[in-house]
Nanobody, 120 residues
Framework: QVQLVESGGGLVQPGESLALSCAASGSIDTIYAMAWYRQAPGNQRELVAA???????NYADSVRGRFTISRDNAKNTVYLQMNSLKPEDTAVYYC??????????????WGQGTQVTVSS
């Protein structure tokens, strides 16, 4: 059994920063891609940022230049540093990871979500 546990959400004012982290635990073989998604009320869940096992990153256009995704493979943890936050960044943020013995046999896992609210 694999669990992803997010932490670091909260309420901040526009222009401020917030850092999220997500730790994987349980029966972990290899963690391949890790990612952050978000879902605002009334919207579909969308990809925010992703990072491969080798460290290659990908960002949504709306956050590029403001958010930074990183990972610590030794700690099975992925991070999301969010700077210059805007009200439109308000959403529930979900951690996502592909975990398995090989890429072909990797399964997708989700965290429970953490609320990020940007408001003055």
């Amino acid at each position: 059994q694999v669990q992803l546990v997010e932490s670091g959400g909260g309420l901040v004012q526009p222009g401020e920063s917030l850092a999220l982290s997500c730790a994987a635990s349980g029966s972990i073989d290899t963690i391949y891609a890790m990612a952050w998604y978000r879902q605002a009320p009334g919207n579909q869940r969308e990809l925010v940022a992703a990072i491969t096992i080798g460290g290659t990153t990908n960002y949504a256009d709306s956050v590029r230049g403001r958010f930074t995704i990183s990972r610590d493979n030794a700690k099975n943890t992925v991070y999301l540093q969010m700077n210059s936050l805007k009200p439109e960044d308000t959403a529930v943020y979900y951690c996502n990871a592909d975990i398995g013995p090989s890429p072909a046999w990797a399964k997708e896992y989700w965290g429970q979500g953490t609320q990020v609210t940007v408001s003055s």
